[in-house]
């Protein structure tokens, strides 16, 4: 039998690690990708883009409101520029599938006192990163069009099964923070185009938005960074002895 080094183990321990980090990270509902996005981002009010010579490199976080004159109304009288509804139901292996999804943009300026950019949120990565309002139920309540047709599907021996509904919105009257692009159009006026990813839209100020990208299991995120952190020192350190022991 070939011997093995003492740091192979040290290695599979620390791949194991970082394995354990990532599954608990995506286990706690995070949205790490979009919260690193938005945090590393330069703020910028609106006006100090427009006035940025040199432009941006990178995305920046502008800092704006909303200005649109001719916004989604809803039947309850809400002003709103993006509207997106997720309606899901847990089938019986346990996982949530998507029986309706609902997304309603329109185009705005995001403004300040001094002067303004457009944006389509229809370019919006998802989640918008706004409180969401959730309704749950049972598809006993969802029997009724477009929805029968879909729950046939899922359940065809008629059984009852848990239903929710995730809204989430942005309004008129919000102030917004946006991951966006500043680049120069045919016309030479300044423009916001989509990072890769899609615009990052957000109605809540940064250290709340942070809170809520962190996912409703703060204490599995901070396990699971842990994990990944302690993985990646017993990597580095097994791969360290490695070089060594190959110098030697």
Do not use: K, N
Not at 77 to 93: F, G, I, K, M, N
Not at 193 to 222: K, N, T
């Amino acid at each position: 039998m070939p011997h093995v080094p003492a740091w192979a183990f040290v290695l599979l321990l620390g791949v194991l690690l970082i394995a354990a980090g990532l599954a608990a990270i995506r286990a706690s509902g995070a949205r790490v990708s979009l919260a690193r996005r938005l945090a590393g981002a330069r703020q910028l009010r609106v006006g100090d883009a427009l006035d940025a010579d040199p432009l941006p490199a990178r995305p920046v976080r502008l800092l704006g409101r909303v200005r649109c004159p001719d916004p989604i109304v809803t039947d309850r009288d809400e002003r709103l520029v993006a509207l997106h509804r997720d309606v899901e139901v847990r089938t019986p292996d346990g996982r949530w599938r998507v029986i309706e999804r609902v997304r309603e943009t329109r185009g705005f300026e995001l403004w300040d006192h001094d002067g303004s950019l457009t944006l389509d949120p229809a370019h919006a990565a998802e989640p918008l990163v706004a409180i969401p309002h959730v309704w749950r139920g049972t598809t006993a309540e969802l029997s009724h069009p477009p929805y029968a047709d879909a729950i046939a599907r899922l359940a065809p021996d008629g059984r009852e099964l848990p239903a929710r509904s995730v809204t989430r919105m942005v309004a008129t009257v919000d102030r917004l923070q946006v991951l966006a692009e500043v680049r120069p159009g045919p016309d030479g006026r300044r423009r916001l185009e989509p990072p890769p990813g899609g615009y990052v839209i957000s109605v809540l100020e940064l250290p709340d938005a942070m809170r809520l990208l962190g996912g409703p299991r703060r204490g599995l995120l901070l396990a699971g960074a842990g994990l990944l952190g302690a993985g990646v020192v017993v990597a580095a350190i097994s791969l360290g002895v490695a070089l060594i022991s190959a110098v030697a």
